[in-house]
Nanobody, 127 residues
Framework: QVQLVESGGGLVQTGGSLRLSCAAS????????MGWFRQAPGKEREFVAAISWSDNSTYYGDSVKDRFTVSRDNAKNTVYLQMNSLKPEDTAVYYC????????????????????WGHGTQITVSS
């Protein structure tokens, strides 16, 4: 099993920045890719970003492209999400996810392709 714990959430003003962390533990050698998703009240969970653990290739949702950056620290088994130029519409609970299954690039945003999930961390962007 893989356990995921997110941290770094909080309240920030429009235009501000935050960095989320997701620490993985357990059978981390089985992880092939990790992703970030978010869910705002009354909305479906939305893909934010993903990173491959084999080659560090990254992939972003259209709404966060050029503002958010996903990265990883191999030694710490930790994935980060640097969020810049935050907007009120970025307000949501952010979830970290992991999978041991490689998929095509177009499938990276698909929730059901991730087997492991964290409990989420709240991000609130005030206007």
């Amino acid at each position: 099993q893989v356990q995921l714990v997110e941290s770094g959430g909080g309240l920030v003003q429009t235009g501000g920045s935050l960095r989320l962390s997701c620490a993985a533990s357990g059978r981390t050698l089985s992880i092939y890719r990790m992703g970030w998703f978010r869910q705002a009240p009354g909305k479906e969970r939305e893909f934010v970003a993903a990173i491959s653990w084999s080659d560090n290739s990254t992939y972003y949702g259209d709404s966060v492209k050029d503002r958010f950056t996903v990265s990883r620290d191999n030694a710490k088994n930790t994935v980060y999400l640097q969020m810049n130029s935050l907007k009120p519409e970025d307000t949501a609970v952010y979830y970290c996810a992991a999978s041991k299954i490689p998929v095509s690039r177009v499938a990276l945003p698909t929730l059901r392709t991730y087997e492991h999930w964290g409990h989420g961390t709240q991000i609130t962007v005030s206007s």
